[in-house]
C-alpha cells in the first residue's frame, strides 16, 4: 500500500523564523511529489517535483526531492503569519501521468507575530 | 490556470438525505477527480470522474453511495447518497488542466471545497 508520511505534524514559530517540512514515502510506481498549501478548504499548488536534487523555489518557498532516499523537503524563510496553513504533501503514484495522488498527514504551521 | 467553482461551499443536511455538489470548470479539463477530507485527516481520493462514462471507484467506495456524473468536460457532480454522521467532510473536486505531452507529469488543481455537516 503506498504510504505518505509528514513530519512534523504541527509546527509553532514566530515571524521571521526558517521552517523546514518533511515529507518521505513509499510507493510501487513513483510519478511525481507535490506540495500544496491548505488554507480553510482549498489546497493550493506549491510546487511539482520529479527529479532528485533540483531544487523548486518561489519567493520565500523552496523545495527539493530526494529520489534515493525517498523524502522531499519544504523550505519556507523569513516566514510571515499569512503561511499559516496546513501543508499537504502528496505523491502521485498512480499508473498515468496524471493519476491518483496519495496524500500524507500534513504539517500545521502557525506562525506569530 | 483555471477557475474552480464548487457548489455549496457548505450545507447542513439531516441523516438519511442526499446531497449533489456541483464542480465547474472554465475551461475543458482532461481529469477530474473527487476527494473527501474528515475532520482532522487528509485527503482521501473518492473515485476518478470520466467523461461519458462510468466513475473509477477507490477501495472503500462505491457507486450507490458516492454516484458521480460527468457529463462534458467542464463539469461533474458527486451524490452523497443516504448520509449518516459519519459522511460529515470537506468534499473536493481537482483537475488536471491539460495532458501535455504523453509522458509528462501535471498537478492537480483544486476547488474550493464543499463543507458537509450531518445532524
Known amino acids: 500500500e503506498d504510504k505518505v508520511v509528514q513530519s512534523p505534524l504541527s509546527l509553532v514559530v514566530h515571524e521571521g523564523d526558517t521552517v523546514t517540512l518533511n515529507c518521505s514515502y513509499e510507493?510501487?510506481?513513483?510519478?511525481?511529489l507535490l506540495w500544496y498549501k491548505q488554507e480553510k478548504k482549498a489546497p493550493t499548488f506549491l510546487f511539482m517535483l520529479?527529479?532528485?536534487?533540483i531544487e523548486k523555489k518561489s519567493g520565500r518557498l523552496s523545495s527539493i526531492l530526494d529520489k534515493k532516499e525517498l523524502f522531499s523537503i519544504l523550505n519556507i524563510t523569513a516566514t510571515q503569519t499569512g503561511d499559516s496553513a496546513i501543508y499537504l504533501c502528496?505523491?502521485?503514484?498512480?499508473?498515468?501521468?496524471?493519476?491518483?495522488?496519495?496524500f500524507g498527514q500534513g504539517t500545521i504551521l502557525t506562525v506569530h507575530p | 490556470s483555471a477557475v474552480i467553482s464548487q457548489k455549496p461551499s457548505r450545507d447542513i443536511c439531516q441523516r438519511g438525505t442526499s446531497l449533489t455538489i456541483q464542480c465547474q470548470v472554465d475551461?475543458?479539463?482532461?481529469?477530474m477527480f473527487w476527494y473527501r477530507q474528515q475532520p482532522g485527516q487528509s485527503l482521501t481520493l473518492i473515485a476518478t470522474?470520466?467523461?461519458?462514462?462510468?466513475?473509477?471507484?477507490e477501495s472503500g467506495f462505491v457507486i450507490d453511495k458516492f454516484p458521480i456524473s460527468r457529463p462534458n468536460l467542464t463539469f461533474s457532480t458527486l451524490t452523497v447518497s443516504n448520509m449518516s454522521p459519519e459522511d460529515s467532510s470537506i468534499y473536493l473536486c481537482?483537475?488536471?488542466?491539460?495532458?501535455?505531452?504523453?509522458?509528462?507529469?501535471?498537478?492537480?488543481?483544486f476547488g474550493d471545497g464543499t463543507r458537509l455537516s450531518i445532524l
Open positions: 510507493v510501487t510506481n513513483f510519478r511525481s
Open positions: 475551461s475543458q479539463v482532461t481529469m
Open positions: 470522474a470520466n467523461q461519458g462514462s462510468e466513475a473509477t471507484y
Open positions: 520529479t527529479s532528485s536534487g
Open positions: 502528496a505523491v502521485n503514484a498512480g499508473g498515468t501521468s496524471y493519476g491518483k495522488l496519495t
Open positions: 481537482s483537475v488536471v488542466l491539460s495532458a501535455g505531452t504523453a509522458n509528462s507529469n501535471q498537478p492537480q488543481h
